[in-house]
């Protein structure tokens, strides 16, 4: 059954504008994607005929009109946007969101994010933990994400089950660490690959939503044993990589101390298969610059941007203009519990805030606008996850049905209404979401 959405429809095929169909009309196919996307019923299926590709779909044009075979769903005056993908969020830091934040990066691990992450161990613990971190992924409308876990199996099994239980997209990372940890938070490099190989035979199917994506910390954590392990088996299983990479200057002094051959800090990760040779998302690259930018560009590297964890464990700010106007890819992290606030809404509102920070120390370059920043968190950071993040043909239907009513729209325009909900808005707005098709209930706690 093919369902055909009427909504005020806003999103970002470019990063310099929204395409907005006031009263528009999308077609989602029963395989999940979008079909067609118009102003009107009549141009929707004239645009779904003119898109058929084989002369033998001359029945399938007809049944795109069949009454019977579509079901046309009316939204009112509701906004309809493509839903929020978070590339950069620790789910066993979550119990920790909105304390610790006077320390910097190093001894805030030291101090209170590794002994939090040590109770993982506890599968009972664990589950109470992520079924709260799921339930407000969900809140906030995030159906993608790129979740680091713990280094234990059964704690990182149970986040992934969750995940598939409410039917949203993840790639949820074992994390590898074995050096400069406490004892509790370290495991072999055998381990490690053993842990990896079972989540993979639980979770191997290529198109599904929840995959596992192979997660040394970063370089601190890792021995040179360990980090070629996680090359080895993201190239094996063809899985993507995600890290930390640029963020703090003691931490890449530390890096430079211990792989004393790199000639930069994502040259360290490369020398190890884990930079791009599969695909990689890096987590706040604050301070790449010369090479390292163009390794990223090279290899094409995602870059997660992570402004409210920069600005808590106070890193500095990350030149993304720059970044975007090189080419790089570029999303968002909200990096939980680093940073503060899961709403990726917000996140791009502390992104165009940072960026505005930089632009006054140097006009060279302009701020992020709301377009740019909106396109980053769906279509930009979307692609590490296939078709997703756009209302394209082709793209699967990942959307956040948005009720404003209580944001006083009246005499708003439709974008005012996008930007009023982006800026001063809530989960109280979103009524509906879908994750490739499928509308997703609350999940249970
Ligand atoms: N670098 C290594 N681990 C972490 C972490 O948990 N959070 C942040 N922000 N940076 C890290
Ligand atoms: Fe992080």
Not at 8 to 25: A, D, M, P, Q, W
Not at 217 to 228: A, D, K, V, W, Y
Not at 237 to 246: A, E, G, K
Not at 359 to 378: D, G, I, K, P, V
Request: glycine content about 8%.
């Amino acid at each position: 059954m093919k369902k055909v959405y009427k909504a005020h429809i806003l999103y970002t095929k470019e990063r310099n504008r929204f395409e907005v169909l006031e009263n528009g009309y999308i077609a989602v196919d029963s395989d999940g994607c979008v079909k067609g996307v118009a102003a009107d019923l009549a141009s929707l299926v004239a645009d779904a005929s003119k898109r058929r590709t084989s002369p033998a779909s001359d029945a399938s044009e007809r049944r795109e009109l069949d009454p019977d075979d579509t079901e046309i769903i009316d939204l009112g005056d509701r906004l309809l946007i493509p839903a929020m993908n978070d590339l950069h969020v620790h789910a066993p830091q979550y119990r920790n969101q909105g304390i610790a934040m006077d320390l910097e990066l190093l001894p805030w691990l030291q101090n209170y994010t590794f002994p939090e992450e040590m109770k993982y161990a506890d599968t009972e613990y664990a589950e109470r933990m992520y079924r709260r971190f799921v339930r407000d992924l969900w809140r906030f409308g995030t159906m993608r994400s790129c979740v680091f876990a713990t280094i234990h199996t059964e704690s990182t099994r149970i986040l992934m089950r969750l995940f598939r239980e409410a039917g949203m997209g993840a790639l949820v990372g074992k994390v590898g660490m074995n050096r400069n940890c406490p004892e509790g938070l370290s495991e072999s490099v055998k381990q490690m690959v053993q842990g990896y190989e079972s989540l993979i035979a639980e979770f191997k199917e290529q198109d599904g939503l929840v995959r596992p994506i192979i997660t040394p910390r970063f370089i601190p954590s890792c021995t040179p044993e360990m980090l070629h392990a996680c090359g080895e088996l993201a190239a094996r299983y063809q899985l993507p990589v995600q890290s930390h990479l640029s963020e703090n200057k003691d931490e890449i002094a530390q890096v430079q101390r211990l792989e004393p051959e790199s000639t930069c800090y994502g040259d360290a990760y490369d020398r190890y298969g884990l930079f791009g040779q599969t695909p990689t998302v890096m987590a706040h690259c604050v301070f790449t610059e010369g090479e390292e930018l163009e390794l990223i560009k090279r290899h094409g590297v995602m870059v997660a941007h992570c402004p409210t964890s920069n600005l808590n464990v106070t890193t500095g700010i990350a030149p993304i203009r720059q970044f975007l106007d090189e080419g790089l890819r570029v999303g968002f992290g909200s990096d939980i519990s680093g940073g503060h606030d899961l709403s990726i809404f917000q996140i791009m509102v502390y992104a165009i805030q940072m960026s505005k920070l930089h632009y006054q120390r140097n006009h060279a370059r302009a701020f992020l606008t709301l377009s740019e920043a909106f396109w980053m968190a769906t279509k930009s950071a979307g692609s590490f996850f296939g078709q997703v993040g756009s209302f394209e043909p082709g793209y699967e239907f990942d959307a956040l049905v948005i009720d404003d009513r209580d944001l006083n729209h009246d005499n708003y325009s439709l974008l005012e209404r996008l930007e009023r909900f982006i800026y001063i808005g809530d989960d109280r707005q979103i009524e509906k979401r879908f994750c490739r098709g499928k509308e997703i209930g609350a999940p249970k706690l």
